[in-house]
């Protein structure tokens, strides 16, 4: 985020939840048990957020656990701004997305895994520290822990309103969701037009170094509410 603020290197690495994922950490393999033991999976579910345009099997389209049997697409639903959901088991060494042949094998309702995820992600970002750089008035809020959840922070009201607290009153607050592990926001004052356009060139460069980027646009929190950021609509 340094180059907001007046340096230039940005390191667009992220770890992909396209999974399984292999993390750097050594140690035994993990245990497959969470794919088949809904016990064992129930402290592990996280959304995770996706590409526009990711194809899967739409929770809602499921009406019991059998009818998904042997389906291996990855569970999904409808995210902000044409951004995509799905879930995913952080299982020690893997990411593993979930798909309907788990659903089934947990036998469990694609609610009850959509609950605990998102319980799960609340828990966690409870936990989770957020950074922050100021220059005079330009204020940089981000996630970038390195656990694979940081910007699926963004689908919690209470992570919204902690961004909305820590950038501060009097500006329009504008997001990036570059990849999976960073979300950042920052304050756009009427005056200070040059930070959106530095800002837009991180989130183009953060995503283009990515190893699995998740979106190039920048985007705005609207009374809480995320939109997509029109250039056009900042005064002259």
Known sequence: MDELLGASHVDGSS???????????DGPPASLSPEHDWSAAVDLLFPVLR??????????????PAQVAGDSRN??????????VAFAMDVGRFHVLVHGDHLASWNVMPADVRDRAYANL??????APWSEDTSGRRRVVSSDTGDGWDTSRILLPEAVDEIVR????????????PGHDLLIAGSLFDDDLEFAA???DFVLEYAGGSDEPIDRRVFELVDGQLVEFAAEAVPA
């Open 15 to 25: 770890r992909p939840t396209s999974g399984p994922e292999r993390r750097p950490d």
């Open 51 to 64: 590409p526009v345009g990711t194809v899967g099997l739409p929770l809602g389209a499921i009406a019991t």
């Open 75 to 84: 569970l999904v639903e409808a995210g902000p701004c044409g951004l995509v």
């Open 122 to 127: 609340a828990a966690w970002s409870r936990r």
């Open 166 to 177: 820590r950038v501060g009153p009097g500006a329009r607050l504008l997001v990036g969701l």
């Open 198 to 200: 530095l800002f837009a």
